[in-house]
């Protein structure tokens, strides 16, 4: 997913739920918003979704996923080469092998993308209390605590 100047509580709404959950949310609630099916481990190899990135122009990608050693290491790598500032969501990354997990955050991290938590990054994207979108965020994230954390 590409963000650009999109409020932190859009973010957020993407960020929570399972990927057909948010896809379906997002096809409903955002309309402006483009859903991609790709068939390659790298998102950035596939022409159609380089082509938006490229029209966004983002500065920044956040990046989650499955597959971490596959999919989103991958994604993330071109991207990075690519000149973008990834910011990769740790506590939305997994993969089936904690192993494969760890080594493609590793080696993420080694290539220069920066990590963050889900909730790190919807309170920075919010920047304090009196956004608008703080209140609603805030519901956001209590949801978030009655999920038990995956990398537990």
Known sequence: FFFKQKTAYEIAQRLVGSEMCIRDRLKVKHSKVQTFEKFVFSAYEDPNIRAAITAIKPEHVVVYG??????????SLDLLENGYNVHLVVDAVSSINKLDRSVALSRLGAAGATFTTSESLLLELVRGPKSPDFKPMLDILKDKIKVADPLN
């Open 66 to 75: 499955l597959e971490a050693h596959a999919c989103v290491l991958l994604t």
